[in-house]
């Protein structure tokens, strides 16, 4: 069995005036993030995290901020287009295991429907993506609620007739 795992890591500024969607989930709050794309910070750690297993470099690379294709995309269409890469080079994933780092909006009764997004979106169980909710105990810039950032560990496996 060739298994390998990745590591992502995302941050984004919470502003007025801009839609909060962690998860591919639309979740009611005073503020937003900041970003060339609609800004979801869990997204973008999972992209990251299954680029980097699949040695694909990052998000960064794929779906710069200098281009307009990206301008107030939806992360779902770049965790999408993550997963097609990660297929046509030969993998499939195993699980994902997440954390995000918010003072608020409280995040737990919101999880399950993050889970349930993301699975539908990478076409896998919802039981092989995990979720978990934090704070900073007011500590650093997630503490003053100036920003939310999300850490995601992946398992990839090959697939054995694309070796």
Same mark, same amino acid.
């Given at each position: %069995?060739?298994?390998?795992?990745?590591?992502?890591?995302?941050?984004?500024?919470?502003?007025?005036?801009?839609?909060?969607?962690?998860?591919?989930?639309?979740?009611?709050?005073? %503020?937003?993030?900041?970003?060339?794309?609609?800004?979801?910070?869990?997204?973008?750690?999972?992209?990251?995290?299954?680029?980097?297993?699949?040695?694909?470099?990052?998000?960064?690379?794929?779906?710069?901020?200098?281009?307009?294709?990206?301008?107030?995309?939806?992360?779902?269409?770049?965790?999408?287009?993550?997963?097609?890469?990660?297929?046509?080079?030969?993998?499939?994933?195993?699980?994902?295991?997440?954390?995000?780092?918010?003072? !608020?909006?409280?995040?737990?009764?919101?999880?399950?429907? %993050? !889970?349930?997004?993301?699975?539908?979106? %990478?076409?896998?169980?919802?039981?092989?993506?995990?979720?978990?909710?934090?704070?900073?105990?007011?500590?650093?810039?997630?503490?003053?609620?100036?920003?939310?950032?999300?850490?995601?560990?992946?398992?990839?496996?090959?697939?054995?007739?694309?070796?």
């Amino acid at each position: %069995m060739n298994i390998r795992v990745g590591f992502g890591y995302d941050v984004h500024q919470l502003v007025e005036g801009r839609k909060l969607f962690l998860g591919g989930v639309n979740i009611e709050h005073s %503020m937003g993030l900041l970003g060339h794309s609609d800004a979801d910070v869990l997204i973008h750690a999972i992209c990251d995290a299954l680029l980097g297993a699949a040695n694909l470099r990052d998000i960064g690379y794929h779906f710069p901020d200098s281009d307009e294709r990206y301008h107030n995309i939806d992360s779902k269409v770049l965790l999408r287009e993550t997963v097609a890469l990660l297929f046509d080079k030969g993998y499939a994933i195993g699980n994902i295991d997440a954390t995000i780092c918010a003072e !608020q909006p409280k995040l737990n009764p919101h999880i399950p429907s %993050m !889970q349930q997004t993301l699975a539908d979106v %990478m076409g896998i169980d919802n039981d092989c993506v995990s979720i978990k909710a934090t704070t900073t105990e007011k500590l650093g810039f997630t503490g003053r609620k100036e920003g939310i950032s999300a850490y995601a560990t992946v398992l990839i496996e090959k697939i054995p007739e694309k070796k």
